[in-house]
C-alpha cells in the first residue's frame, strides 16, 4: 500500500500568519494554483481512495485530486488540524505576546498542554490513531490522504511510534508538501516526509 499525505494548500490565514485549528479561512489564488498544479501531477497516477478533513480548506485542496476519477472524497473529521481554541484567528505574534507561556507549553511540552474546553495532543493522537487503524484495514492499493500541518505530524509521529514530548521534533511540512507513506503487512513506515516549512513551526 501506498498512502500520499498532503498538507492543504496556503491560505489566506497562512499568509498573514494567523492561528487557524478547527476556524478555517479560503484558500489563497497562489494555494489554488499550486493545488490544481500538484493535481495535475497526480493524475497519471491510479487512486484507489481519497479522504480528506472535514475542514473547508482540506476539502477545497482535495477536490482538484477528483478531477477526472471516479472517486467519493471520503471526509474524516479524525484528519482534523488540533483545535486551538481561543487562538484561533488571531496573530501568531498577537499569542506570543498575550499567552507566552501557554505557547511555550504547546511547543515544548506538547504532552502537558491543556486548554479549557479544548482538545490536547492527547486528543489528537486518539482520533489520528482511530483513521490509521481505519487504514489499516483497507485492501486499497494507492491512498490519498488531505490533512493538516500538525495532523500530518502526527500520523507520522505515530508511525515513528514518538512520544508526545518530542512531538515537535520536526516542523511542520509545507503547504501541499508530499509525505509518502508505504505498508508492509500491517506495519507502516515513512519512505519520504515532506519538505518543511524553513524558519517557521506553528
Known amino acids: 500500500m501506498d498512502i500520499y499525505l498532503i498538507r492543504h494548500g496556503q491560505t489566506t490565514w497562512n499568509r498573514e500568519e494567523r492561528l487557524q485549528g478547527w476556524k478555517d479561512s479560503p484558500l489563497t489564488d497562489q494555494g489554488k494554483k499550486e493545488a ?4 495535475r501531477d497526480f493524475s497519471s ?5 481519497i479522504f ?3 475542514l473547508g480548506r482540506a476539502l477545497e485542496t482535495a477536490k482538484y485530486f477528483l478531477r477526472g476519477r471516479d472517486l467519493e472524497l471520503k471526509v474524516r473529521p479524525e484528519l482534523r488540524e488540533l483545535a486551538l481554541g481561543p487562538w484561533e484567528g488571531k496573530l501568531f505574534e498577537e499569542v506570543k505576546r498575550e499567552a507566552p507561556q501557554a505557547l511555550a507549553t504547546y511547543f515544548n511540552h506538547p504532552d502537558r498542554h491543556h486548554m479549557e474546553g479544548v482538545e490536547d495532543y492527547h ?6 490513531g482511530s483513521f490509521m487503524e481505519e487504514v489499516r484495514q483497507l485492501e486499497a492499493q494507492r491512498i490519498l490522504v488531505v490533512a493538516h500541518g500538525v495532523s500530518v505530524a502526527a500520523i507520522c509521529n505515530l508511525i ?3 512520544p508526545l514530548k518530542a ?3 520536526r516542523p511542520l511540512s509545507r503547504g501541499l508538501g508530499i509525505t509518502h507513506i508505504q505498508r508492509r503487512g500491517k506495519d507502516f513506515f515513512i519512505k519520504k516526509h515532506a519538505q518543511a516549512i524553513e524558519g517557521q513551526s506553528y
Open 36 to 39: 490544481q498544479a500538484l493535481a
Open 52 to 54: 480528506s478533513s472535514d
Open 167 to 169: 512531538f515537535w521534533d
Open 123 to 128: 486528543d489528537l493522537m486518539d482520533r489520528i
Open 160 to 162: 515513528e511510534n514518538k
Open 45 to 49: 497516477l491510479p487512486l484507489d481512495q
